[in-house]
């Protein structure tokens, strides 16, 4: 009877980060240790890198074939990061630093910011934040951003995060029920209540009299015909 295979121990996302972690730092001791058995680790190091780069983009093209495979390839934060490293991302540039940008929007929502992606142009990514706290919070949070978007995007020059533009001012409501006056129309001339009211007569000559006239309503040629009498001396 055939024996089953071995189950192969498989590592979750907080025990790689660890390893990548000490791996950076014995390669930086190789390379800083003379002599020849530290030059031949190196190449093998980097042998071994360019083989398993060369199987990582094979299986992607195969996935490539298959609507929907590569998602979840590119969602994984492990081959997410060896794709980048070996530049064999399926995503075009400005999608990963979209896909960047909303990966961080739930985090910076939770501490009062909002984030927004403005554009990507001659590698250059410019990114709207705004935060509420100023000073060194605000740049711990531009910080933030630029060291995810250089993760999911590590060929961009640069991250340039920016404050959003402020919005416009709006129109008071008291300004919506101006009604605009006509193109043309004769200039007229608001009497308030029990005010006198000076009506021209005849050239050169006004007659002045206490007509009570409703609030705002112009002074119109029936109240110049009013006036009349008073103009010529006649009874009141």
């Not at 024996?3 to 390379?31: F, G, I, K």
Request: with cysteine.
């Amino acid at each position: 009877m055939a024996e089953p295979p071995p189950v192969v121990s498989r590592l979750d996302d907080p025990a790689v980060e660890p390893r990548l972690a000490r791996l950076d730092a014995l390669l930086s001791q190789l390379e800083q240790t003379p002599g020849r058995t530290a030059e031949l680790a190196l190449e093998a190091v980097e042998l071994l890198t360019e083989v398993y780069g060369e199987a990582l983009a094979r299986v992607t093209d195969l996935a490539a074939g298959n609507p929907g495979a590569l998602d979840p390839l590119t969602g994984d934060e492990l081959l997410r990061h060896l794709l980048l490293l070996h530049r064999i991302h399926p995503d075009p540039l400005d999608r990963r630093v979209a896909r960047a940008v909303d990966d961080l929007r739930p985090q910076l929502r939770a501490q009062g910011a909002e984030i927004a992606l403005l554009g990507v142009e001659n590698e250059v990514a410019r990114i709207s934040l705004a935060a509420r706290s100023c000073g060194g919070g605000g740049a711990a949070l531009r910080d933030l951003v630029r060291q995810q978007v250089l993760t999911f995007a590590p060929e961009l020059s640069a991250v340039d995060v920016v404050a959003p533009a402020p919005v416009p001012a709006l129109i008071p409501v008291t300004t919506l029920w101006q009604r605009p006056e006509p193109p043309d129309a004769p200039a007229t001339a608001a009497v308030t209540p029990d005010a006198p009211a000076t009506v021209a007569v005849e050239p050169g000559v006004t007659a002045t009299s206490k007509v009570a006239v409703t609030g705002g309503v112009p002074a119109t040629g029936a109240v110049a015909r009013a006036a009349g009498p008073l103009a010529s001396g006649g009874p009141a």
